[in-house]
């Protein structure tokens, strides 16, 4: 079965930026299509960014296009997620999985397997 563990998460300055990465382990980890979510404290968990498994399709969320990127290296095991612009309302725990469902591109939680335990992410204003 495949773990995921995030890191990179921390506090940042509004307008400033983190590197997210989520290192899978397993052999099958560059046939998976991943996901990037993100769950405030009394909010729902959110979709933020997925990414097919060959890394030509990349699918985010209307609150985060043109600030975030995400990206993969098949090579390491490895996605990532750029947060550029950082602003307070990004502030959340960041978890990956991988997308399971056939739905996947739409970013439901309900398409998506083996949650990591998720990195913080603050943003102070």
């Known amino acids: 079965q495949v773990q995921l563990v995030e890191s990179g998460g921390g506090l940042v300055q509004a307008g400033g930026s983190l590197r997210l990465s989520c290192a899978a382990s397993?052999?099958?980890?560059?046939?998976?299509?991943m996901g990037w979510f993100r769950q405030a404290p009394r909010k729902e968990r959110e979709f933020v960014a997925a990414?097919?498994?060959?890394?030509?399709?990349?699918y985010y969320a209307d609150s985060v296009k043109g600030r975030f990127t995400i990206s993969r290296d098949n090579t390491k095991n490895t996605v990532y997620l750029q947060m550029n612009s950082l602003k307070p309302e990004d502030t959340a725990v960041y978890s990956c999985?991988?997308?399971?469902?056939?739905?996947?591109?739409?970013?439901?939680?309900?398409?998506?397997?083996?949650w990591g335990q998720g990195t913080q992410v603050t943003v102070s204003s």
């Open positions: 397993g052999r099958t980890f560059p046939r998976y299509n």
């Open positions: 999985a991988i997308g399971s469902g056939l739905g996947w591109q739409n970013g439901r939680p309900a398409d998506f397997a083996s």
């Open positions: 990414i097919s498994w060959r890394g030509d399709s990349t």
